[in-house]
């Protein structure tokens, strides 16, 4: 999923990880990729309609360590 973030960086995250393993009730239903797509932006927080919220500083900077961002093109 590419991301964007509000200091102009995008990058493409992989929810892999956050779905792999034995999961959660609220990561469970997301390993089915119509769930994943119902993704939307609520308040600045990655959500779906399960109630997940992911911060997107969190995201920011697990993806900024992980060399994923980059300076959107303007």
Do not use: C, Y
């Not at 960086?9 to 990880?17: E, L, Q, S, Y």
């Not at 109630?51 to 994923?68: D, F, I, S, V, Y």
Request: glycine fraction near 10%; charge should be negative.
């Amino acid at each position: 999923m590419r991301l964007t973030f509000s200091d102009g960086t995008t990058g493409v995250w992989n929810a892999g990880a956050m779905l792999a393993g034995k999961g959660t009730s609220l990561t469970i239903p997301l390993r089915d990729r119509h769930e994943f797509a119902r993704a939307f932006i609520d308040n600045g927080a990655l959500a779906w309609p399960n109630r997940l919220e992911l911060a997107p500083w969190t995201l920011h900077q697990e993806m900024e360590a992980a060399g994923l961002l980059s300076q959107e093109a303007t």
